[in-house]
């Protein structure tokens, strides 16, 4: 079974401008506006799910396949708490799925 893979594999040429970026960021953060009122941390995949499936260039994900990404990705999750830091997930979309599992994975 071939899992999706996270990879920082995005093409610049594809990427959106800051009006772009600005406009995806305040619809998903609209959709957990209640975890800003409250300051309390979202459930990581449901906020990946969110941010990835708002973002037409991206390949939708499942809620099951945010949840495996993160728990499969490390570096993801990390880059993922700095965007909700940060209030902007331009980082988390300049990175790229890949149906291919990464070099990494085999102990080559």
Known sequence: MTLVR??????PSRDL????????????LKAFQLYVDLNRE?????LLHVIVN???????????????????????M????KGWIDCSFREVRRLGMSPYSLASDYHL
């Open 17 to 28: 401008d800051d009006k772009g970026h600005q406009a995806l960021d305040k619809h998903v």
């Open 78 to 81: 990390a880059v993922i708490q």
């Open 6 to 11: 996270w990879t920082p594999r995005f093409q």
């Open 54 to 76: 708002d973002d037409m260039r991206l390949r939708r994900i499942s809620q099951e396949e945010a949840d495996e990404l993160l728990k499969g990705e490390s570096s993801l």
């Open 42 to 46: 979202p459930d990581w995949a449901a």
